[in-house]
């Protein structure tokens, strides 16, 4: 089997600008996150190679509990989508792509950990043409086992506070008005998300969820917070909740969670 050069993996290319930007978010270094943010935009940018190659990405990523012949016949048509892209330009927009991020970011973005990394190896060796017959159906069956398996059964996150669910679920049905403003902002970019794949939307919520993160670490040092055990406790359960949202496919679940942790802030500031 031929080796895996991950800095030829469109989507691994994505995926660790995307933890890229949420890493210097974090360490509020604004230089650095806006040179990955334009570097992304550039390098995904609609009509480009590289925007085309990571939908295909998507396409076999995004789904799952599929029909196995529809699950095949998906594959087959990706592949068939795939043929259509040009290499040459795809060979050379990786290479921009990848010439950026080691001169303007540095080349340890490529240690970034992808959680998913295996699963995007195994579609980067079904999109190639190098692969022996026998290793390639083995990798095609792999994708099709993927696309036909039920998706994971995700554990209810303990409730940042019963109350606060309560009072975000009266509010929302109450009425939009009745929203905070970043709750507002934040549903805001998540509709506009999809005219782009999501792509302003990743870059918002990492600015919001390292916005959160410094109002959970601040009110971790309040003194009412270090003389009551529960309040303590809480707190680095939604801290916890927040690190995990950097980690997780972004859909209504994640946004969920983060309008919950955004009524929450309203709580600890008043």
Do not use: C, W
Not at 39 to 47: D, G, L, T, W
């Amino acid at each position: 089997m031929a080796k895996h050069n991950k800095k030829r993996n469109t989507a691994f290319i994505y995926e660790a600008l995307v933890r890229e930007i949420v890493k210097q978010s974090v360490a509020k270094n604004n230089d650095k996150r806006n040179i990955a943010i334009q570097i992304m935009k550039e390098a995904f940018a609609p009509k480009t190679q590289l925007r085309k190659e990571l939908d295909l990405y998507k396409t076999l990523m995004e789904n799952n509990n599929l029909q196995e012949t529809i699950a095949e016949k998906i594959l087959v048509e990706t592949k068939n989508q795939h043929n259509q892209i040009n290499q040459e330009q795809l060979f050379k927009e990786q290479s921009v792509a990848i010439s950026k991020i080691n001169k303007e970011l540095s080349k340890s973005v490529f240690n970034n950990f992808v959680p998913n990394y295996k699963y995007l190896a195994t579609i980067s060796q079904v999109f190639g043409s190098t692969q022996e017959p026998k290793t390639k159906v083995l990798l095609e069956t792999q994708i099709v086992e993927r696309l036909t398996s039920k998706p994971q059964v995700i554990k209810e996150e303990p409730q940042v506070s019963s109350l606060v669910v309560k009072s975000f679920t009266k509010r929302f049905n109450d009425s939009y008005s009745t929203l905070l403003e970043s709750q507002k902002q934040l549903l805001s970019n998540y509709i506009s998300s999809f005219a782009d794949n999501g792509l302003e939307f990743n870059f918002y919520l990492s600015e919001e969820v390292g916005r959160l993160k410094d109002i959970i670490i601040n009110a971790q040092k309040l003194d009412e917070t270090q003389n009551d055990k529960t309040i303590k406790e809480n707190l680095l359960k939604v801290h916890s909740i927040l690190e995990d949202i950097n980690k997780e496919p972004v859909n209504q679940a994640t946004l969920y969670k983060v309008l919950q942790i955004q009524e929450l802030e309203k709580e600890i500031i008043s």
